[in-house]
Every structure is written in C-alpha cells, then in structure tokens.
C-alpha cells in the first residue's frame, strides 16, 4: 500500500475491462481519501493479501472456524446448516439477497472483501461474473459428493466443465388458478393472458421480475425468449403495457407466501416450489390448480459458487460437499421444494412420504418446453418494459 | 462574544452529523442523477453528465406513479389530520391531567413494534380469507369476500395508522400550550365552543399543526413499505419506483433522478399549500384587525359592509 506506483498487471476478457479499468480508479481514489482521513493503516488491514490475485485457495487443509454464506432467503434446511457445525465444526452465518442484480452489486461494490464465501448466483449471471473477477475455481478433489448428482443437472451452457459452479437448486415458472372462479381449463400461457383479460382481470398476479413477465408472452407465443430483436421486444412491451397491465392486481414473485394461503388472487404467476407449499398452506388446497403451461415455459438453475477472495474456502468446499450426500440432498429438497439436482431423488422422495411430486419432477417431454434465459443487451430494453408496466398497472 | 463562540461549538456535532449523512448522500445522489448505466453489471457512471435521466423520470409512464403518490400523500395527511385533530384536542383539554402520561404511552406503543410488521399485521387483517373478511360476512354485511388488500385504499388506510402518532403527538402538545387563560378569556367575552377553537386555539397552536402535518406528509410521500405491502399494483408509490432501480434495475443514475424529483415535488407540494393557507386565511386576518379612527360613531364589530370602512387590509 505505501508504494501507490507498483504497476498492476491483470488478466481479462475484452469486455471486461472498462469495468475493471473504472473501478479500480475509483478504488484509488477511495484509498487517497481515506490516507487522508488517517485511515490507510486501518483499509490495508482490512484489504486481505492486499489483492485479489493472492486470495486463498482451499487445498484440503484444516477447515476454518467459520463460513459465511450468502444466498436466497429460506433457501437451505436447518437440519443441514445445524448438523455442518455439529459435525464439522465451523460456525455459519446466513445471509440473504432477493436478486442477483443485488448480489452481483455487492460482490462488485466489495472487490473481493466482500467476506461472503459461497454465493449461489442463477446461471445465467455466472459467465459474467467468472469475467469480472468475482468467482473463484472450485477444487473438484474436494468435492466427491459430486458423485451423487445427477449428471442432467451438471455441465449445464454457462459452465460446461463444472469449474465455478454446482447446482445447488432448479426449477420453472408455471401459475396456479382458484378454479372455483376460472371454471375451464388453463394449459397455456395464452390461456394464462386469456383469462387474466376475462374471469381474473383485477385478480391476476405476475411476478415482479423482468424475466418472468416478459418470458411470458414469448412462451405464449413459443418464440426464443432470449430475443434482441427491437420489433420483437415492442410488440411485447406494447401488449404487455396496454393489454395486460390494466388487468393485473400485484407483482408478487413468492404468491405461495401469502397470495395463494389468503386467497388474495384468482390466477397467479409462480415458481414451482413455491406453488407447491403455497398449495400445501391453504386451507382448501383443492380450490388450487398448478399448471406447468405450454407451449414452452422457463428453467433456471440456482448453482453453489465460491466467491472471489473467500476467506474460508476450506469450509465452503466442505459445505457444498456436505449438502450434496444424499440425506443432505433429501432434506433440502423437503425443506424448499425444488429439485436439488441429485440422483434418484424422486424415488428417495416418494419413500420419504413427500407430497405434491409432480410439482418437482417432471418428464422427459416437459423437461423438452423448458429453456433456460441468456443474459444479453436486450437486458436494458426488458427491465425498461417491466417498470413500464408495473407503472401502467398503477395509473 | 467567546461566551457566544462556546454556544456555537455545542452544535458541530449537530453540523458535523447533518453534513456527512444528510448533505453527503443528497449531494451524492444529485450527482448519480446527471450520469447513467453503463452496461449490464454498472450502477451508475458520470463521465457522460445529461438531463436525459430526468427526461425519463417525468416520462408519462412514472409520471403517473408520482400522480399517484401525490394523491396518496395529500389524502394520507388530511385523513391523519381530522382523525388526530379530535383525539389531540380531548388528550389537551377533556382528559384529567394524571392519565396524559398513559395516553401518550397508548399512542408511541406502536412504535416499539416494527414498521413492515405493523404493516404486516394489517395484510392478515384485511385479506380476503382474513378474519375482518370472515367477521363482516357472517354478519351479514358483505355479500363476497372483503376487496380492500391490493387497492389504493388499503394503502391509504396503511399510511394513515402508520403515521398518525406522528399527527397527535404535535397537535397534542401545541394545544396543551394553549392552555386554559385564553380559552376562558373567549367565553367570557361571548364567544362559543365552536368560535373559541377556530378563533383562539386552533391559531394559536398553529406551529403544531405545521409540525404534525409536514412530519406525516414528508415520510409517507417517501414511503415505500406500505405501499409494497398493502398496495398491489394499483397502489404502486415512488419510493417503490426508486428502490426497483436501486435493488433491481441497478440503475442508480435513473433511481437517484427519481429521488430528486421526489424531493422536489414535495418541496413545490409544501410550498403550494403554504400559498393556498396564505390566501385563504387573508381575508380573515384583515378582519381581525381593527383600527379605531377618530370617524363618528361608535367602534362596530360588527361584518359586512359597515365593517369595511374600519378595516385595513
């Protein structure tokens, strides 16, 4: 830290650059002010190595007293965060992002001290993390549970050899109506649109993301959804403002919380596992139908990841190998109601008593109509559609 | 003069506190607002300044939202006020001075709990499987399920318990200073009950009402709990609207014009209804005041034209 004129040589992708190029500025700049203020002794402490490059990296040694994970809220079994300690020793901390614009803000924002071990990005945001610098290699050797997983859910696009990620969760957006308003049948996410325009109208929720929204008229229509094309994305944010926000009554990500047990809603926009519990707290579940639309519909996958600069990445190691033993596995998959991602779960399920497994597992034939999302220059375009039409469903 | 200097050097705390939390960030915020998104994974970037970000914040598509949260705001505040008002005034002036104590207690007891809960708690009320909903049916007076969560309404009837202490606890003590003298010297110079409050109490507590009427409308209009809470879509407020590019969008440049707008609209809100509170009570203030001139006859107190002589504007 006392030589500031020590040249910095860093490895990146193209695209990559600006961003490192402007934060590491500001991060100067940072740094003088706070030499200023008589603090520099105090950030070079805080600064672990002095640098990312020096982070380290899990060898198999002794695991460290702590973990501190980042991830979803109510994401993981108590069981399993109580029996890691119990077992293995170090203490965990939970704490819990609602996006991963947020995570991969904070991760951002932090540089590498975020002090955050594992994170549990989608998919999708994960090549543009391992670009940024914010992920770190996982050290396969110590992760022989791998072993149980199914290897469907292993390999996916967005890390084809498993260098940063396991997945951790998956599952699809579907919704779920009160037939004793909607009285017909709804397999479609045109018949979603249909009836949130008819017999739901002031009593639709969709969820309150771009992705699930605007998936869905591109699944309606079974067009990639993954599409930039300006024509293709006006026609969206136009039926979308115009035709079906007046119709819509909240944007609710998590209706199995409150929505679906209350009975606020007549149709609603939700993911697998939460439709399931929801379902599972109402009073009257038969009053329910979950429905896995066609013609096409979303998968997306929640992946285990050690972030960049982790300062226990003997124990995050051992935790991602802890969850993936098949009780683990069988307990988290009770716990939260999606598919975990390891081997003959269904048949561990169904002898374990669970309910509602056509919630979780699905078909070879289903599996088919679900596509996972990409993250491109459309993304600016999506969110500016999303506020466009939440605000429409105000006015 | 140095007895003058150690009074000054009380307050740099206060300074000291006011500019690095409150005058840093707004002044940080501003800056965000003439900046805008670089790609997918930036905040915010300045190195291009504009005004295309405000273009966008008074876009008909949020305008919209600020509409709303106006209404919302003026609504709130004018509810919180004929709901407090009555209840400051009985704590000032009809309850026995040994159960104040206890009444105020019974008002801030809210507060020990906190905000999202309280807000919570009135979701499970008011929902359509709610007991309020069950209670109202099997009394006969709803026909169907309670339609209250998710509307405008609800969010309005969130703000106004959320923020009512906020309304009493002022107007409660700027009656209180009023005391009895005053409101005795008007009855017994004829005045009624009616005429005693609105002639004598109600301007005399004046900076209570102020207080209590900018401490709710401020917050509510920034307000974004609520809202989520009990508000839908339909009930949609700017906060909600600042905190989705903060949290979501991570579009701190177009979140932070936002902000400014909002601050500005509730600065020109303030500044308008101080004008229309001038105006109205113009008239008023003129015919309180009476010059006795040396003209014939004797002083008349009375109104209307024979008054219009004596008056000065």
Redo the contacts between chains.
Sequence with gaps: MSDSHRPLRILAHDSAVPVIAREISRRRFLGFAAAAAGGTALLAACTPGGGTSSAPQATGGALESSLSIYTWGDYDAPEVISGFTRELGPKITLDSYSSNEELVAKLIAAKGTSGFDIVVPTGVFIPQMIENGLLSKLNRDLLPNLSNMDPVYLGRSWDPSNDYSVCKAWGTTGFVYDKNLITRELTTWGDFFDAAQNEASGKTAMSDDPAGIIGAYFWANDTDWNTEDPDQLEACRKFLVEEIAPHIAAFDSYPGTNAIPQGTQALMQAWNGDARLGIMESPDPDRWQWVLPGPQTELWMDNWCIAEGAPHPEAAHAFINFSMTPENLLLNLDYIGYHVGGKDLEQAAADDGMELLDFIFFTDEQLETMHEQELNDSQTTRVAIWNEMKAAAGA | MPRRSAGAALAVPAWAWLAVFFVAPVAMVVWFSFGY???????H?NDILSLDRYIEALSP??F??FL?TLWVGVVGTVLCFLIGAPVAYWMAFKVRPQRRGLLIALVLIPFWTNFLVRTIGW??II????WLSTALQSAGILNG?LDL??TRAAVLLGVTYNYLPLMILPLFVAFDRVGPALREASKDLGAGKVTTFFRVTLPLSRPGVIAGVLLVFIPLMGDYITATVL??????MVGQ?VA??F?????WALGSAMAVVLMLVIALSIGVAALLLWLVALPFRSRTRLVLGPAAGGPSTGSGTGAATEVSA
């Design positions: 998104k670089p790609g997918i994974f930036g905040t970037a598509t949020f919209a939202t709303n979701q499970v929902a359509p499987e709610g399920p969560l998710y508000g839908g879509a339909k009930g949609n609207l989705s590019q949290q979501t969008a991570q579009n």
